[in-house]
């Protein structure tokens, strides 16, 4: 038989962790936001690019795409950086679901 403290302990630390899975979930929701919208965006790009194939040189469209890569990575990048420094900001790396401090 449990104590009345401890059915109130567990009721927390279940209220905790429950906290803890809504706060990964729309950390996932925005990861996953920010995942669709940049492949749109290389959809879009892969369209310019087959249009430019037919009417411009070769020579042109690799140092385009080659451009168009390194700015893709580069935005992926720095969103990644972005939504990793959110979770870490509010307390939960939102991976193992232990607590990550930058500033004591």
């Known amino acids: ?48 690019i087959l249009v430019v194939v037919v009417v411009v040189e070769v020579v042109v469209v690799v140092v385009v795409v080659v451009v168009v890569v390194v700015v893709v990575v580069v935005v992926v990048v720095v969103v990644v950086v972005v939504v990793v420094i959110v979770a870490a900001a509010k307390g939960d790396s939102g991976v193992s679901g232990n607590k990550i401090r930058f500033f004591k």
């Not at 449990?2 to 630390?13: A, G, T």
């Not at 803890?20 to 892969?46: H, N, P």
């Open 1 to 48: 038989m449990l104590f009345p403290c401890e059915s109130r302990r567990r009721r927390l630390v279940k209220n905790e962790i429950d906290d803890e899975w809504i706060s990964i979930g729309k950390d996932f929701a925005v990861v996953v936001v920010v995942v669709v919208a940049v492949v749109l965006v290389l959809v879009v790009i892969v369209v310019v």
